[in-house]
């Protein structure tokens, strides 16, 4: 079992295509983080993004938005080869962004506030 804090706002949701994810932000030393040795991990079968709730503000934006690209990329992944292609990747990123922005506003303030967002 995990050793995710209590706080509900330690979890909170977000739609990438279409898809709900749930993100989870745990004890740095938990299995789901491979006990430290992650910052955060995208887990595809479950829908699910894990992150470290102790590292630094900074360093959890740059790996949350790093874990969604994670989720992006498998979707692309399952394309064709030849539909795999730079115009197919700039069309994700930018889906990405019109899709997940609007969503920030629904996370839990103090989450917001660890990214920087008001």
């Known amino acids: 079992m995990s050793k995710a804090t209590t706080e509900k706002n330690n979890t909170f949701n977000v739609s990438i295509h279409g898809q709900q994810w749930k993100i989870q932000l745990l004890r740095n030393d938990s299995p789901e ?9 995208c887990v595809f079968n479950t829908y699910t993004i894990y992150l470290g709730e102790e590292i630094n503000d900074n360093l959890l934006s740059v790996t949350l938005f790093h874990e969604i690209m994670h989720a992006h990329l498998a979707i692309i992944s399952q394309l064709p080869e030849n539909e795999r292609t730079e115009e197919v990747y700039a069309d994700h990123v930018g889906f990405m962004m019109a899709e997940v922005l609007p969503q920030i506003s629904t996370w839990p303030v103090s989450v917001r506030k660890r990214l920087g967002i008001k």
Not at 33 to 41: D, E, M, V
Request: net charge positive; charged share 10%; no cysteine.
């Open 33 to 41: 983080l491979n006990y430290g040795k992650s910052y955060g991990i």
